[in-house]
């Protein structure tokens, strides 16, 4: 049986966690600080939990750098419970402008305002996505299906925009980002937000960049920028103050699953319309678990929330606080790109061999996709791989290959020895 120093993992998430934390999880698992109690078995309501909530806030803030105008909430529901929050209340947000802007214009006739607002979601209404790989392609989907019942004779496509869809730029298939010239973006008025995935854990397509088009230009409605950061969270720096909403489940680079971060602008959280106004013009109000406002307000304490993971959450934050000193995030980028860059060099430099799936502008960093010729000798490089225990390469089962994910607690010592597996493999096949 191998010891954990002797597995070298490389799964896509669940991912590694720094050998540490999980040891003091461990301890904390049975008797948290000597309290005689797990920290599984605590009330979310005690000052013990009200403390740990606190504590991983204040190291997110720290490592990020997040303005004083965003809250942070913990929410259940992982990514794919985002999706559907974004559009819940987004699209309230977006009603509920509106109706401010009726009600300055027309004054308090009700019906007035209630007619204009529903012929605004018929005739302007547009949710935004940028679509480059399978996550965002989803998230579009469920934006699509919760939308179905508003068509209300119109078409559904109305709503969901998709700006571009990377596959019609690349022989059908997911590894470009293309050109923002290309992109068709709504008016910003009728834009109730654009979305995308800044990191594509089943394709290897990563942004390099924080797309220029969704820059808030000065005169302008604000566009309010949506991210789903899953799969790159803290592994570069990222100006919070460009996004309304910025979102990822734990179980990459921040913790194990059951706990969903969510950064959101204190402003959005304060546009929130009444149930009553939201049921009269045909929408659905947010169910309360998925509603930031009722989040926010409850500290993140709606409801029953995993403090254990939420704690492992602080550990991993607090780590890498302490590991990068004052370049926090920042120290952790170099690391993260040392590392991807010892990866695709090996890649690069056997191209008969090593087939990389997306184009090189928009290579992840921390999802390193590639083929190896025919699935006989990915069979066999995968075998080989697991005979070095160097574990969790196959590809996403939707599109196969190998995937290499070299998240934030993958050590460095491990990207090496997998560098040595990929050069003596390389040499037997060439
Ligand atoms: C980028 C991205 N978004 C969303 C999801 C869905 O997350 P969850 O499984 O937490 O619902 C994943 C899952 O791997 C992901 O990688």
């Not at 309304?244 to 929130?272: E, F, S």
Request: glycine share 8%.
């Amino acid at each position: 049986m191998p010891s954990r120093e002797e597995v070298a993992y490389f799964g896509a998430g669940p991912a590694p966690l720094p050998t540490p934390v999980l040891e003091e999880g461990a301890r904390a698992f049975v008797n948290f600080e000597d309290s005689g109690l797990s920290l599984a078995e605590i009330s979310h309501r005690s000052p013990t939990a009200n403390k740990i909530l606190a504590d991983t806030k204040a190291a997110l803030v720290s490592l990020l750098g997040i303005p004083d105008n965003y809250d942070i909430l913990f929410m259940h529901g992982g990514g794919s419970g985002e999706f559907s929050a974004v559009v819940y209340n987004m699209v309230a947000v977006w009603v509920e402008k509106r109706r401010r802007l009726a009600e300055k214009e027309l004054g308090s006739d009700e019906e007035k305002i209630l007619e204009r607002v529903r012929r605004e979601i018929r005739e302007g209404l547009r949710l935004e996505y940028i679509v480059t790989g399978s996550w965002s392609l989803k998230a579009s989907q469920e934006a699509a299906n919760l939308l179905e019942p508003l068509k209300n004779g119109g078409k559904a496509e109305n709503f969901v925009s998709i700006v571009t869809d990377a596959r019609e730029w690349n022989e059908g298939k997911f590894g470009k980002i293309p050109h923002e010239d290309t992109w068709k973006m709504t008016s910003r008025g009728g834009s109730a937000f654009a979305y995308y995935c800044d990191n594509e854990t089943v394709d290897g397509v990563e942004f390099p960049s924080f797309p220029k088009c969704l820059m808030s230009k000065d005169g302008e409605d604000d566009r309010l920028v949506v991210a789903d950061m899953s799969s790159n969270f803290l592994s570069r720096r990222v100006d919070v103050s460009k996004y309304a909403v910025i979102y990822g489940g734990a179980q990459k680079n921040i913790g194990i699953t059951d706990v969903t971060l969510v950064i959101v602008r204190k402003d959005i959280l304060a546009t929130v319309p009444s149930p009553s106004f939201l049921h009269a013009v045909g929408v659905w109000s947010p169910p309360a678990i998925l509603n930031w406002s009722v989040i926010a307000k409850n500290n993140s304490l709606y409801n029953t929330m995993p403090i254990f993971s939420i704690w492992i959450a602080g550990q991993v934050m607090r780590s890498l606080l302490s590991t990068h000193g004052d370049t926090k995030v920042s120290g952790q980028e170099a690391v993260a790109n040392a590392k991807a860059e010892i990866i695709y060099r090996i890649l690069d430099e056997n191209p008969s061999v090593y087939q990389i799936v997306p184009h090189k502008d928009v290579r992840s960093r921390m999802n390193i996709c590639f083929r190896a010729g025919d699935a006989a000798t990915e069979k066999e490089f995968l075998e080989g791989a697991e005979s070095r225990t160097l574990q969790g390469l196959k590809g996403h089962r939707s599109v196969g290959g190998i995937r290499i994910s070299n998240y934030n607690a993958v050590p460095m010592a491990n990207v090496q020895k997998l560098a040595e597996y990929l050069k003596d493999f390389a040499q037997r096949m060439r």
